[in-house]
Structure formats: structure tokens, C-alpha cells
């Protein structure tokens, strides 16, 4: 598979046990991609001698994760090598790309990045898509979620009313590691029945986020810094953190900018409306807030938003939250 294939197809391939050399994991969703790598480990059922897991943060870890990979696995098929939080620097980023090259057929090596997407400067991440092993959890949608759901519970053994997926969706957010562990409480609840109502789905949600993440970006939009700091700090409450957020912020202020010069290109509201993915549920107001900001403050803050995600991956003695809460308040006008 010389291309980004998405997480599913590399979870039917495992179970065909076959296994690429690397995988480069990228993706807002880290509930996911954490789930993406325990299927992994699963897959391989490698022991704790052919196992080896770094940190990113860690000085060296580049270069150790290369060598654990050049290691020959030991009275074993395979080795994994699982370097997390490969927020690497360009050096690193080239000690991984050199490896990948010609990485050992024997070994695994799986690199998760808490960056919603790869550079295309990341000459690890090229060596990875090139292997057929990049990785992206794309962001679902509200009708995506819910559709995901029925199917998981189809595959479980019962049918989720389209009615209770909603409500899951809408009290758990759309982060697929957090819906499929309230899922399979769902699927013990209602084991015999065939079936599970939107009262059944009400009476085992255990988690529910206090916070919804996409309301951050949209105070992000209409320029309400009291509300996006508050959001913002609650998210961080909640376990979110400043590389998740940060794209989301970026992915706001892109969409206004993208918005003003589709309709200054002659594009009608309702076309760029769809163009854009936004959610009338949602985005009623979104053309009004983009109103309201001139063009050149919107590539500022874009601008702002690369030179931070810069920043925090080269200057370890940020606070990368703090960093976060300043660019947010200059985005919506307040500094």
C-alpha cells in the first residue's frame, strides 16, 4: 500500500498477518491513534524482549528508536519499536528518514505524532508514505461518528437506533476511542435484546465531556476571547492538550480566510457554505463572524499559529498551554 491509507485498511492487513516496517501516525484523535497502537501490539504479540517504547522527548530518542528497529528481534518473528510524542526536530526527523530507506524486514517501527498532519518538509514522513505506512486519523463528523457506531454495533452483534447513535455523538463528542468504549458498555447493557434504544444509550453513558471541543474554535471565529479561554481551559481540565488545540485554532482562522477569498473570487454563500464542510446545525452565523475580521488579521494569526507549533517543538522551556491562551487571545483581537 504505497499510499496514506486510512487506519482501517492497516487493521485488515494485520489481521492477514502482514505488517508494514514503519507506521507514522498523525491525527487530532488521540484516543484513536492510542488505540491504533495497542492493535498493533496485540498484532505482533511481541514480548517484552522484542519490545521497545521511547518518548519523543527524550534526548536521543531518534536515534535509539533506530537502533532498537536495526536490532534483529530475539527467539522472535518480529520487533516493535514504538517511539510516542515523535515531535522530532529536523535532525531526528533525518536519522529516522535514513533508516526507512532500508528499515529491517523483521522489525516494526511505529512513531505517533501529536500533529494533526505531517509536514510536507518531514523527510521521516515522506520515508514512512513512500513504505505505504503514513497514517492520518482524520477528524469525524457528527453524521460520520454516528454512522461508525451502527456499524461497530452491527459487527458486535445488534443494532443501535439510528436515534441513540445521535445521542452518543452528541454527549461523548466524535473522538472514535471514547464512542467505542462507551459502545461496548452498551453492548454488555443490552446483551439479548438485539437492540439498544436511545434509553438504553442514556442509562450507561459514563463519559461525557463537560466541554464540547468544536465550540473552542467557533469562540475562536467570532472573536469571543472570554468564552474561547474558558473552553480552553476546561479542554486542558479535561485532558486535551496544547498540540491538540493548536490545529483546531489554525483550522478556524484557515476557514474564515478561505471563506473571504471564495467570495471575493465571486463564490456564493451557499456554495462556499459546502465547500467549506460547514454544518448549518452549527455554522449559521460563520459568514457573519468572517465579516467582521479583516483579511490581513486572519494571515496574521495563521502566521502566529505556524511560528508557535514551531516554537514548542524547539523550545522545550515553553509553556506550550500559556503559549496557546496568548495566541488565542491575539487571534480574537485581545493583545
Same mark, same amino acid.
Request: aromatic residues 8%.
Given at each position: 500500500?504505497?499510499?496514506?491509507?486510512?487506519?482501517?485498511?492497516?487493521?485488515?492487513?494485520?489481521?492477514?498477518?502482514?505488517?508494514?516496517?514503519?507506521?507514522?501516525?498523525?491525527?487530532?484523535?488521540?484516543?484513536?491513534?492510542?488505540?491504533?497502537?495497542?492493535?498493533?501490539?496485540?498484532?505482533?504479540?511481541?514480548?517484552?524482549?522484542?519490545?521497545?517504547?521511547?518518548?519523543?522527548?527524550?534526548?536521543?530518542?531518534?536515534?535509539?528508536?533506530?537502533?532498537?528497529?536495526?536490532?534483529?528481534?530475539?527467539?522472535?518473528?518480529?520487533?516493535?519499536?514504538?517511539?510516542?510524542?515523535?515531535?522530532?526536530?529536523?535532525?531526528?526527523?533525518?536519522?529516522?528518514?535514513?533508516?526507512?530507506?532500508?528499515?529491517?524486514?523483521?522489525?516494526?517501527?511505529?512513531?505517533?505524532?501529536?500533529?494533526?498532519?505531517?509536514?510536507?518538509?518531514?523527510?521521516?514522513?515522506?520515508?514512512?508514505?513512500?513504505?505505504?505506512?503514513?497514517?492520518?486519523?482524520?477528524?469525524?463528523?457528527?453524521?460520520?461518528?454516528?454512522?461508525?457506531?451502527?456499524?461497530?454495533?452491527?459487527?458486535?452483534?445488534?443494532?443501535?437506533?439510528?436515534? &441513540? /447513535?445521535?445521542? @452518543?455523538?452528541?454527549?461523548?463528542?466524535? *473522538?472514535?476511542?471514547?464512542?467505542? %468504549?462507551? +459502545?461496548? =458498555? $452498551?453492548?454488555?447493557?443490552?446483551?439479548?435484546?438485539?437492540?439498544?434504544?436511545?434509553?438504553?444509550?442514556?442509562?450507561?453513558?459514563?463519559?461525557?465531556?463537560?466541554?464540547?471541543?468544536?465550540?473552542?474554535?467557533?469562540?475562536?471565529?467570532?472573536?469571543?476571547?472570554? &468564552? /474561547?479561554?474558558? @473552553?480552553?481551559?476546561?479542554?486542558?481540565? *479535561?485532558?486535551?492538550?496544547?498540540? %491538540?488545540? +493548536?490545529? =483546531? $485554532?489554525?483550522?478556524?482562522?484557515?476557514?474564515?480566510?478561505?471563506?473571504?477569498?471564495?467570495?471575493?473570487?465571486?463564490?456564493?454563500?451557499?456554495?462556499?457554505?459546502?465547500?467549506?464542510?460547514?454544518?448549518?446545525?452549527?455554522?449559521?452565523?460563520?459568514?457573519?463572524? &468572517?465579516?467582521?475580521?479583516?483579511?490581513?488579521?486572519?494571515?496574521?494569526?495563521?502566521?502566529?499559529?505556524?511560528?508557535?507549533?514551531?516554537?514548542?517543538?524547539?523550545?522545550?522551556?515553553?509553556?506550550?498551554?500559556?503559549?496557546?491562551?496568548?495566541?488565542?487571545?491575539?487571534?480574537?483581537?485581545?493583545?
Amino acid at each position: 500500500m504505497a499510499f496514506d491509507a486510512p487506519p482501517a485498511a492497516h487493521a485488515k492487513e494485520w489481521a492477514k498477518g502482514a505488517f508494514l516496517p514503519a507506521y507514522y501516525v498523525f491525527g487530532e484523535d488521540e484516543q484513536a491513534k492510542a488505540l491504533f497502537v495497542d492493535e498493533l501490539k496485540k498484532r505482533l504479540g511481541v514480548d517484552e524482549f522484542n519490545l521497545t517504547e521511547l518518548s519523543g522527548d527524550k534526548d536521543g530518542a531518534a536515534a535509539e528508536a533506530v537502533s532498537a528497529a536495526a536490532t534483529p528481534p530475539m527467539f522472535s518473528d518480529r520487533r516493535l519499536v514504538v517511539l510516542r510524542r515523535a515531535d522530532l526536530g529536523a535532525p531526528d526527523l533525518r536519522i529516522i528518514a535514513e533508516y526507512l530507506r532500508d528499515p529491517l524486514a523483521s522489525s516494526v517501527l511505529c512513531m505517533v505524532s501529536p500533529a494533526a498532519w505531517a509536514d510536507a518538509k518531514d523527510p521521516a514522513a515522506a520515508a514512512a508514505k513512500s513504505l505505504g505506512g503514513l497514517v492520518t486519523f482524520r477528524p469525524l463528523s457528527d453524521e460520520d461518528a454516528a454512522r461508525r457506531l451502527r456499524d461497530e454495533a452491527k459487527r458486535l452483534g445488534f443494532t443501535l437506533e439510528p436515534e &441513540a /447513535a445521535e445521542l @452518543m455523538v452528541e454527549e461523548s463528542g466524535t *473522538e472514535w476511542g471514547v464512542l467505542r %468504549s462507551e +459502545l461496548q =458498555k $452498551v453492548s454488555l447493557y443490552v446483551q439479548g435484546k438485539g437492540k439498544a434504544t436511545p434509553e438504553d444509550a442514556a442509562g450507561c453513558l459514563g463519559w461525557r465531556r463537560r466541554t464540547n471541543v468544536w465550540d473552542f474554535p467557533r469562540a475562536v471565529q467570532r472573536r469571543d476571547a472570554a &468564552a /474561547a479561554v474558558k @473552553m480552553l481551559h476546561a479542554l486542558l481540565e *479535561e485532558g486535551e492538550d496544547a498540540y %491538540s488545540l +493548536l490545529p =483546531k $485554532v489554525r483550522s478556524a482562522l484557515s476557514a474564515q480566510l478561505k471563506a473571504k477569498r471564495l467570495l471575493k473570487a465571486g463564490v456564493t454563500k451557499d456554495q462556499a457554505f459546502f465547500k467549506l464542510g460547514l454544518k448549518p446545525r452549527w455554522d449559521a452565523a460563520f459568514f457573519d463572524w &468572517a465579516e467582521k475580521v479583516k483579511e490581513p488579521q486572519l494571515v496574521k494569526g495563521l502566521r502566529a499559529c505556524l511560528d508557535l507549533e514551531a516554537d514548542i517543538k524547539s523550545k522545550s522551556w515553553l509553556d506550550p498551554a500559556l503559549e496557546l491562551e496568548t495566541l488565542v487571545l491575539k487571534a480574537c483581537g485581545k493583545g
